[in-house]
């Protein structure tokens, strides 16, 4: 009984150290999409991209002013869905 | 009906509105006061979020901000919005897992340590309370212009409401006024918007207005190229410049979103949910009702400022400004489509002045004139001296000598090298043009256009574009909903840290439920009579607290949850030190630029960009505080213990949604 419970918690630890790896990394690739429309686009790229235009006027003001909103706003919904999933997946969901 | 017996209905109705809502949602348990029972559905809590986030800062100064800073000031949109990725992905579903009331519940728990509570509930308390007074500010100026009483007047109103349904609601009482401010300051933003869109672009939305085409011009003009061209001509930076100083421009933003993260009475609002994946999705939600009205505030901002320059210089609607004349002083004391200039003058925030006394304002770049103004000044001033000094020493001089002739000559000679300077440097000053015009040829040389606020902007706005009375009533029932719903957000958050955090956390840990609820009411009122007393009596640094504010929030709070989340090993001696560190780092920062304390005078340093530590203004200073409360927290921690093992497993427990219960007291 007692090596059974020990083995339970081992799988039980191994399943949670997956869990938080899958989220480490899904948590990663979003803040590499947040920096890059906001910090990226909206700022440090805006001199380099500044000959393509969105309606009257350049990509990078766009993003600053308007467009890292919206991928903020995808961000955080396609966040909340994939994690959804994987607490499925993993079993531990509410 | 007259524009204030409307402003007296709408603002009227909204108020017994929220009154309506506070009898209605009273609460009964320190659960329903703190967390609102933990019953609030996704939606709704994004929606009262938003209403809690988006203050008398982002409805009444940001689109003004915006206005009159063009692209730089992006830094707010950018920054006031990204802070909530961070929220989703780093903080809200962890900190709801956790289940407890407050944010300093939280770090004293997972740091083991009363000392660690304690510190998290002075950088919360002095976070929250700089906070309000700007709210506070926002209600007083908001009723004096808008319902003709005195700011005192105005501000008791508010006061009193408030105290309605925070203290008797609780976050119950809160959550469901916020859902109903919302939704009027939402109204009361965009409509003006959609109208003034459709006037200056034809684009019903505000957000393709912004990169349309200029419809009063005839179309083939690209809004932004119009308002550049304008603005331009007049000496002023265009809308769209580039940033001076991207390093401070990254870090502005990075410390507005950090800041945003780590503000107590936002995280809190992801308490009320039910479950952990509803606190993800909340924040989602809340960021799209954020969006509604952040997404159109660079359009109302640029908008208004086109509004704005075109109604000094009329002929700039079609053409250039110099084809026609200024707005005349004549038009602006009699046109009853001006009236808005003579309220706005009565309150201080609006000033003119017909400096050269030809009758008109002329509204010039005071900055593009400057340099000449005083080259000429200088060049003239020289001239009389060196006349004066000539005069003196000629004085009891035999004048027919050889040596005084000689002297002669010479002051002759250097007398007309000054005069050559000061010609020069008047024609110089005449050079300079505006448009194609000289300012010799226009004939003026001052900003006759002394004053204007950036809290006008959007206040003015319905009145600039001439939209009907009752859009001008509804943006002040806004402009009130906006100040009201984050002035009691905050106050929950400061009496929540002193009921639930200072005395049952720290003087009485054996206090009743009842006795609890009651001394968080007793803390409420008292905060709402401290917020109040501080906005009769502002320090005048409504504008620079806000950078202490956010810079505070991302120094402190918002590390010292991320770390004891996604660290076990950082211990209570690591993130004691760690907020100590950024919490005296950050204010001794801002306080070196803008004084101690905020005590005028009593600063330093000169608070301008060569004086600034590597370009760093104080606003941005937060994300290095942040940085240096990491590294201070990870070696201080490597050098200690380990935390204990109910720490590891609480750490473990948070971060499976499984297990979310009803929050606990304990």
New interface residues.
């Given amino acids: 009984m007692k090596v059974t419970q020990g083995v339970t918690l081992m799988a039980d630890q191994t399943s949670?150290n997956a869990?938080?790896a899958a989220?480490i990394r899904i948590?990663t690739i979003?803040?590499v999409v947040?920096f890059v429309c906001?910090?990226g686009l909206?700022?440090?790229l805006?001199?380099a991209l500044s000959g393509i235009s969105?309606?009257?006027?350049?990509l990078g003001?766009?993003f600053?002013?308007?467009g890292?909103?919206?991928v903020?706003?995808i961000?955080?919904?396609a966040?909340?869905r994939r994690?959804?999933k994987l607490?499925r997946e993993f079993?531990?969901?509410? | 009906m007259d524009q204030f017996t409307l402003n007296l209905i709408v603002v009227g109705a909204s108020f017994a509105l929220y009154i309506g809502i506070a009898i209605w949602a009273r609460a009964g348990s320190t659960a329903e006061f703190y967390a609102a029972g933990q019953g609030v559905p996704p939606v709704m809590n994004g929606m009262a979020t938003a209403a809690d986030w988006m203050s008398a800062a982002s409805f009444i100064s940001m689109a003004g901000l915006?206005a009159f800073g063009g692209?730089n000031n992006?830094v707010f949109?950018?920054g006031w919005?990204?802070g909530?990725?961070?929220l989703?992905?780093?903080l809200a579903?962890y900190l709801r897992k956790f289940g407890k009331f407050t944010v300093p519940e939280f770090i004293g728990d997972r740091f083991y340590s009363t000392t660690a509570r304690l510190v998290a509930v002075i950088c919360l308390i002095v976070i929250s309370v700089t906070y309000v007074i700007g709210q506070m500010v926002g209600v007083g100026v908001t009723f004096a212009r808008f319902l003709e009483v005195s700011t005192t007047t105005g501000l008791l109103i508010g006061s009193a409401i408030v105290f309605a349904y925070a203290v008797f609601g609780g976050m119950k009482g809160i959550t469901y006024t916020q859902v109903a401010q919302y939704i009027v300051l939402i109204t009361a933003y965009t409509i003006p918007a959609i109208f003034i869109s459709l006037q200056l672009t034809g684009n019903f939305l505000p957000?393709?207005g912004?990169?349309?085409?200029y419809a009063p011009g005839g179309g083939d003009v690209?809004?932004?190229?119009k308002l550049d061209q304008v603005v331009t001509e007049l000496g002023f930076a265009a809308y769209?410049a580039?940033?001076t100083n991207?390093l401070n421009?990254?870090l502005v933003?990075?410390s507005l979103m950090i800041g945003t993260a780590g503000l107590p009475h936002v995280i809190v609002r992801f308490f009320t949910v039910p479950?952990?994946?509803d606190a993800?999705?909340s924040?989602?939600w809340a960021?799209?009702f954020i969006?509604l009205l952040?997404?159109v505030a660079?359009a109302v901002g640029s908008m208004a400022r086109l509004n704005i320059t075109t109604t000094f210089w009329p002929a700039a609607v079609t053409g250039s400004a110099f084809d026609g004349e200024a707005l005349s002083v004549e038009q602006i004391q009699n046109d009853p489509e001006l009236a808005w200039i003579r309220n706005w003058e009565k309150t201080g925030l609006l000033k003119y002045d017909d400096k050269n006394g030809d009758g008109r304002i002329q509204y010039i770049s005071e900055a593009r004139l400057a340099g000449p103004n005083k080259a000429s000044a200088d060049a003239t001033k020289a001239l009389t001296d060196a006349m004066t000094a000539a005069g003196l020493a000629t004085e009891g001089v035999d004048l027919a000598s050889p040596a005084a002739v000689t002297v002669n000559g010479a002051v002759d000679a250097a007398l007309a090298d000054l005069q050559k300077a000061r010609a020069d440097a008047i024609a110089a000053r005449d050079a300079v043009t505006f448009g194609n015009k000289t300012v010799g040829e226009l004939g003026f040389s001052a900003n006759e256009l002394v004053t204007v606020n950036n809290d006008i902007m959007v206040l003015a706005n319905p009145e600039i574009a001439k939209l009907p009375g009752w859009v001008v009533a509804l943006v002040a029932a806004g402009g009130l909903a906006a100040a009201l719903s984050t002035a009691a957000g905050l106050l929950l958050a400061i009496s929540s840290a002193i009921s639930h955090d200072l005395i049952k956390g720290a003087i009485k840990p054996d206090i009743s439920e009842q006795g609890e609820l009651l001394w968080a009411r007793i803390s409420m009122a008292g905060a709402i009579v401290l917020a109040t007393y501080l906005g009769l009596n502002p320090p005048g640094f409504a504008a620079q607290v806000v950078a202490l504010a956010f810079g505070l929030a991302a120094a402190t709070i918002f590390p010292a949850l991320m770390m004891g989340i996604f660290s076990k090993r950082i211990n209570m001696q690591g993130a004691v030190l760690g907020m100590l560190a950024g919490l005296v780092f950050t204010s001794v920062y801002i306080f070196l630029y803008l004084g101690w304390f905020f005590i005028p005078g009593t600063n330093m340093l000169p608070n301008t960009p060569a004086a600034h530590w590597l370009g760093i203004s104080p606003a941005g200073i937060g994300p290095v505080g942040a940085l240096l409360n990491f590294v201070v927290a990870y070696v201080v921690s490597m050098m200690t213990q380990a935390p204990p093992r109910q720490v590891v497993e609480l750490v473990?427990s948070v971060?499976?949604?499984?297990?979310?219960g009803k929050a606990t007291g304990h």
């Fill in positions: 949670a869990y938080w989220n948590i979003s803040l947040w906001s910090f909206g700022i440090i805006r001199p969105v309606g009257g006027a350049d003001f766009w600053a002013q308007n890292s909103i919206y903020f706003l961000l955080i919904f966040y909340a994690m959804n607490d079993g531990v969901e509410e | 915006i692209y992006s949109l950018m919005t990204g909530y990725v961070l989703a992905l780093l579903p957000q393709l912004l990169i349309g085409s690209a809004f932004l190229d769209t580039d940033t991207m421009m990254l933003t990075l479950k952990v994946s993800r999705i924040a989602g960021l799209v969006a952040y997404t660079p473990e971060r499976i949604p499984r297990g979310a």
